[in-house]
Each structure stands twice: as structure tokens, then as C-alpha cells.
């Protein structure tokens, strides 16, 4: 880099000091945001305390209800709670009898960092925030039904149900609100699976809500824990997703505080951890929907606050059962796929499989439809992931090699004809020129069959492959603690060098992979740099070319900073990538003789130098592009005369 650059680069930092200082808010603007400011926190008080005074209101006519014999819910305001526990191979969840609410899952087959099953929630969970929504600090994973009743409102968070019919698999969770009047929650736990279903059935109620009485409405909040070791990278892959009927998925930001009133119907809810979710589906459909999402902060050992307010259809008379079905499991493509013909059928395919984020319509068919299948088969050879990405790789490099030689070849072409160049450089010196020089270089490459966007088309083709890994990857949940070398766990960063304190903006580790990848990446771009061809342009651009490089090196120096917090196994993957492609670039430059090359092109010319048909569109459309051009400059000058 010389002295200019060095000047221009100083000159930019000076504008955007500058920038800044002359940009700041003076003290009139900095005293009315702090009155703006201090209105919101003002409104937010006056609202909480609305709040928790219809909070206490509330409270005063539950008890008020607990102790009035007389009342319909005098039974289910009394009571202690108990649970009832249902299991099979893969799943365990606890269901209360306060609220008849399942409160707890934990999965079988899956561990978290301290080696025990995996809890996606429990009773316990709670975290202290501000909230206006509740009535004290404390907020529980709860899932409520509320139906507004002629004399009493029935609200399931305060009620006491009585289990019967109990078994291994399944239990009713009975209501009782009078004589031979009960609402019954029936669980049931479809064996070898993580679904669980629940049926919603009244029986005898009809004269104890209005006749309009068509909906149950529903609450459904859940704090989601923090189940991996990198808080920042699994926060990534952390949301409120949801599904809307005939639709595809959307979800809430994974980045802030986020929320939405969905009006079309809703199939199914999922509260997603990067390889773990929660999905209520609705039978008949959620409406009215409300989200929101909550980002928490790290250090408590929870990701988000999630919650949804919604209605299902409901029929007061008990003739049609309110169905629902929950999904507590695995992000697995494959067990997410049979999931929904376990609760949909056949004819209901509810893609909870979408519930993996796979990229954009043609990343996501690459990964869909390619690298899923190719991971999954070399998968079950049995062999440790470090060799499984190793060999899928050594793969895809090879199907992309046909591209990468075609791009080699297009730029050594373009690499012999530079004598060619260099003599149409010195033919036209002069800036005036430029448009000659840049017009005979054109015709040149015309006439030797090369072409300056040659290389570009088949590495824009490999450019998809590449973005697919990076959306496949973090959500590969089989690299989940599997170590490899020295990387404990593939699906998040491995810190083999670490400190205590986080310094920005490197955290508080070093990932060697992600190290060793932007080495290799540093080593890619000098071979790449040697790669590029001289344009034959003025010396302007090739300052801006030299630029250009330079800043071609400062990018993995870039990518360290970000992709150090990024799953080793996402990092390794790349650091092999860029290895392969060091050694196919080195290995090229040996097999592609230029003069060989040249002495080919030479041939093409002699050939087709009297049938300029053999010509490439795109250079005879360039030649015919300057050529207008050059007379539009002639006639401008002729007026200006």
C-alpha cells in the first residue's frame, strides 16, 4: 500500500470523525429525547400499574370465589397440586393438576452440557423482568384456557383438575364445576414418538356460558433455556415460528424484542431453540392470533421470553371435541417429516420440517434435495463427523471441480494474451484513448475466443453451494457434542483457547478452526490475486485493482472476528473448503500450460479470423455497445463545436 493510499484511507477516518462530531445532538435535542424518554417511562409505569391493580382485582375475586360455597369453581379453587407423569422411549412430560397444563418435557435421547436429558422446560423456570401482561415478577411457563361464563369466568391457571383414567401413556385431567358438569382435558402420548395429543371435551355446560359461546381462548408462554455453550450463536437460531394456513412458515425476529398480530389462520406455533422446539398445532386452526418475543439477556441461562394469545374453535355442547397436538423433540428434518403425518395425516401436511431454516428457495433446494441426502448417507456409514464433513467436502469440491477448472482456464487465457495487451497499452498511452484501448482489448478477446466473464459464471455457480453449508450446518443437529480432534462439541465453537473476560470484539476465546480457516482463506486470496489477468486499464484502475486486493486480504481478518463465535464444525468445514480449493488453484497452475494455451487460441484465430460469426455474442454485443457509444461522444463533440 503506498503513500496515496495511505493518504486516502486517512482522509476517509478524518470525514467520518467529522461526520460524527459535527452530527452529535447539542443540548436542546439531548434534553427533549430525555423528556421523550422520560413520557415513555411514565406511560409504562401508569400501564404496569393498571395492571397489577386489575391483577390484584382479579386475585381478590378468585379468593373472594374460594371461599363462596355457592360458587361453581368453589371445588376447583380448592386443591393441591399434584402431577401426573406421562413417558415413552423418546419423551417425559409432567402435567399439573393446577391448571392441567403440561409444565414439564425432557427428552430421552439427547443431553445437555452437564451430561442429563435434556429439559426443553419445567415448572421452575421463571426469570424477573417488568412485564405489564402479569401480576408479579415471576413469569411461569404456563399454557391457560380462559371462557367467559354467564355468572363466573372459567381461567385453568387457578383451577384444580382431578386425573382419572390413568395410564403409562395417557390421562383425562377432569374439570369438575358441578353436578355431572365437567370439562376434560385428555392427554394422550403417541408411543415411539415426541408428540403428545389433547383433547378439549365439554360436557353438560351449555347454560354456563353465553350462547354466543363458539371459542376457547388460549395463553401459551414459555422462557426458553439456553440448552448449548454459545449463547450469542444459538440466539441466532432462536424464534417464535409460526405457520399460517396455506402459507409458509414466518417467524419473529431472532435479534430483538419483536411481536405481530397475525389475521389469517394459524396451523401451528413453535417455540424454537437452535435444536429444540415446542409446536402446539391446532386441529381446526388457531384465529386472532397475538405473538411476541422477548430477547433476554446472557448470564441468567435463558435465550427468550416467548408468548401467544390466541382462540380455537370450541363447541360448548360437547358433540365436537377441541383437538390439539404437541410437538416436544429434535429439529430433525426426517422426525419433524413424520411428525406431521403422526398429527396431520396423509392428507394435512403441516411442513413442520420448514421449522429448519435451510436458506433462500435455491439454497434451500441444494440443501433439501443435495447436501441433506449426502450428509444422511454418509451419516450411516457409522463413521465420527470430523471424517463425515471431510469426505461430503472432498465431494462437493469434486461435482464443483468441472466449474472451478472452466473458471481457471477462462482467466489463463486471459493471463497468455497479455503480450497482446500490453502492446494495445502502449499503442494508446493516452487517457483521451481509453475508449480505443478498451475497444481493441475487446475485439482482441473476440478474436482468441477468451472471455473477461468467463471465470465469473462458474464461480457465481459454486457461490450457492457455499452460502447452502452455511444455513446447513448450525442446523445439522447430528454434530450436536460430537467432538473431533480437539473441538468437544462441532455444533458450537471450540475455545481450547480461552480467558474469562470478554473483550470486544473477539469475545472471551479463540476458535482454532475459525483461525485455522482464515489462514487458508489469507493463503486462497494470494493464489486467486495471482490468478487475475491484467485488463489493460489506465492507471487509475489499476490503483483501484491494487485497492481492491488489499482489501481481498483484510476480509479474513474480517471473518475471524465473525465467525469466531460460529460452530467449529460450520468453521472446519470452511477451513477444508478453502484448503481443497489452495491445492486445486496450485494444482492448475502446474497442469494449464499458458503457452500451450496460447498457441491453441492462436490456432482458433487463424481459423475464424474470416468468420466473424464464430464470434461470442456477449463480445460482439460489447464491440457493437462501444462502438455506438464512441459515435454518441463524436456527434457530442461536433455540437459543442
Request: some cysteine; glycine content about 4%.
Amino acid at each position: 500500500m503506498d503513500k496515496n493510499n495511505l493518504i486516502g484511507f486517512g482522509l476517509i477516518g478524518l470525514v467520518l470523525v467529522a461526520f460524527v462530531y459535527f452530527n452529535q445532538p447539542d443540548p436542546q435535542q439531548i434534553e427533549a429525547q430525555k423528556r421523550y424518554q422520560d413520557s415513555i417511562t411514565a406511560v409504562m409505569q401508569q400501564q404496569e400499574a393498571a395492571a397489577r391493580e386489575a391483577a390484584l382485582k382479579e386475585a381478590e375475586k378468585a379468593e373472594a370465589q374460594s371461599k363462596d360455597s355457592t360458587s361453581m369453581l368453589f371445588n376447583a379453587l380448592n386443591g393441591e397440586e399434584k402431577f401426573v407423569t406421562l413417558s415413552n422411549n423418546n419423551l417425559s412430560v409432567r402435567i399439573s393438576t393446577l391448571g392441567g397444563r403440561i409444565c414439564s418435557a425432557t427428552l430421552a435421547d439427547y443431553k445437555n452440557q452437564e451430561g442429563a436429558p435434556v429439559t426443553l422446560f419445567n415448572e421452575e423456570d421463571y426469570i424477573s423482568v417488568r412485564n405489564a401482561r402479569r401480576n408479579d415478577d415471576k413469569i411461569f411457563n404456563q399454557l391457560y384456557f380462559t371462557l367467559d361464563g354467564k355468572q363466573e369466568n372459567i381461567d385453568t391457571r387457578k383451577l384444580y383438575f382431578t386425573p382419572i383414567a390413568q395410564t403409562d401413556s395417557s390421562v383425562t385431567m377432569r374439570l369438575n364445576l358441578g353436578a355431572d358438569k365437567h370439562i376434560d382435558f385428555i392427554y394422550n402420548m403417541l408411543p415411539e414418538s415426541y408428540v403428545v395429543d389433547l383433547s378439549i371435551e365439554a360436557h353438560n355446560i351449555e347454560n354456563l356460558l353465553p350462547t354466543a359461546t363458539k371459542h376457547i381462548n388460549i395463553v401459551w408462554d414459555q422462557i426458553l433455556r439456553q440448552q448449548e455453550k454459545g449463547f450469542s450463536f444459538e440466539q441466532r437460531y432462536t424464534s417464535l415460528t409460526y405457520k399460517p394456513l396455506d402459507e409458509d412458515t414466518d417467524y419473529l425476529s431472532e435479534y430483538g424484542d419483536d411481536s405481530e398480530n397475525i389475521e389469517e389462520p394459524v396451523q401451528w406455533i413453535a417455540f424454537k431453540n437452535q435444536f429444540f422446539s415446542c409446536i402446539m398445532v391446532a386441529k381446526d386452526n388457531f384465529d386472532d392470533v397475538t405473538v411476541k418475543s422477548d430477547t433476554l439477556h446472557e448470564g441468567k441461562g435463558y435465550l427468550k421470553n416467548c408468548s401467544a394469545d390466541m382462540t380455537a374453535p370450541f363447541d360448548p355442547s360437547g358433540k365436537v371435541a377441541t383437538d390439539f397436538s404437541f410437538y416436544f423433540g429434535p429439529n430433525k428434518f426426517s422426525i419433524l417429516k413424520e411428525s406431521n403425518e403422526l398429527i396431520g395425516g396423509e392428507d394435512n401436511d403441516l411442513q413442520l420440517q420448514k421449522l429448519i431454516y435451510f436458506g433462500w428457495p435455491i439454497v434451500r433446494w441444494i440443501n433439501r434435495f443435495f447436501i441433506m441426502y449426502l450428509f444422511d448417507w454418509l451419516t450411516g456409514w457409522g463413521l465420527s463427523m470430523g471424517l463425515v464433513l471431510l469426505l461430503l467436502t472432498i465431494i462437493v469440491k469434486t461435482i464443483v471441480y468441472p466449474f472451478t477448472y472452466k473458471s481457471y482456464v477462462s482467466s489463463a487465457k486471459m493471463r497468455a494474451l497479455k503480450p497482446y495487451i500490453d502492446a494495445i497499452n502502449a499503442k494508446y498511452p493516452k487517457q483521451e484513448d481509453a475508449m480505443k484501448k478498451q475497444q481493441e482489448i475487446m475485439m482482441l478477446y473476440s478474436k482468441y475466443g477468451a472471455s473477461p466473464m468467463g471465470g465469473c459464471l462458474p464461480m457465481l455457480i459454486q457461490m450457492p453451494v457455499f452460502i447452502a453449508m452455511f444455513n446447513f450446518v448450525p442446523n445439522a443437529i447430528e454434530l450436536r457434542q460430537q467432538s473431533f480432534l480437539w473441538a468437544n462439541d462441532l455444533s458450537t465453537y471450540d475455545d481450547i483457547i480461552s480467558w474469562g473476560t470478554s473483550i470486544w470484539p473477539i469475545g472471551n476465546h479463540i476458535s482454532i478452526f475459525c483461525l485455522l480457516f482464515c489462514v487458508v482463506q489469507i493463503a486462497n486470496t494470494y493464489y486467486t490475486s495471482k490468478m487475475q489477468p491484467s485488463m489493460g486499464g489506465s492507471p487509475e484502475q489499476e490503483q483501484q485493482m491494487k485497492i481492491m486486493r488489499w482489501m481481498m486480504y483484510l476480509m479474513p481478518v474480517v471473518f475471524f472476528f465473525i465467525f469466531n463465535d460460529y460452530s467449529s464444525g460450520l468453521n472446519y468445514y470452511y477451513f477444508l473448503s478453502t484448503l481443497i480449493s489452495v491445492g486445486i488453484f496450485i494444482y492448475l497452475r502446474y497442469k494449464v500450460n499458458e503457452d500451450d494455451l496460447l498457441k491453441k487460441m492462436e490456432t482458433y484465430y487463424e481459423k475464424n479470423k474470416n468468420n466473424p460469426t464464430k464470434r461470442t455474442n456477449f463480445m460482439a454485443n460489447l464491440e457493437a455497445m462501444q462502438k455506438e457509444l464512441e459515435r454518441r461522444n463524436e456527434e457530442l463533440k461536433k455540437n459543442n463545436k
